[in-house]
């Protein structure tokens, strides 16, 4: 069974990058056609997609926060990175990372997702 885990600080800095990981156990992040995504949820709003990487490395983000975002990899340690420049309090949100055979923003789609991880931006 596929499993992911979200990592990295609770707490960042205005003007700061965030700066998250994910662990995915139970499969290989290059297994074929699979795509790697992170997505956010602010404080009483819907679910927002940032973007992905995929099985082969290539990566598609949110128009909205494309500028701000990189998602990279670690193959040999079966994760992806989530790097979002910039931050301000509106990028204060729990943030996810999910996986399946879903190349786009539709987020219910993504089979595998982890338990997602609280991020606040503050001084």
């Known amino acids: 069974q596929v499993q992911l885990q979200e990592s990295g600080p609770g707490l960042v800095k205005p003007s700061q990058t965030l700066s998250l990981t994910c662990t995915v156990s139970?499969?290989?992040?290059?297994?074929?056609?699979?795509?790697w995504a992170w997505i956010r949820q602010p404080p009483g709003k819907e679910l927002e997609w940032i973007g992905y990487i995929s099985f082969s490395g290539s990566t598609y983000y949110s128009p909205s926060l494309k500028s701000r975002t990189s998602i990279s990899r670690d193959t040999s340690k079966n994760q992806f990175t989530l790097q979002l420049s910039s931050v301000t309090p509106e990028d204060t949100a729990v943030y996810y990372c999910?996986?399946?055979?879903?190349?786009?923003?539709?987020?219910?789609?993504?089979?595998?997702w982890g338990q997602g991880t609280q991020v606040t931006v503050s001084s």
């Open positions: 999910a996986g399946g055979e879903t190349a786009g923003p539709a987020v219910d789609e993504y089979d595998y």
């Open positions: 139970g499969g290989s992040i290059l297994t074929d056609y699979y795509y």
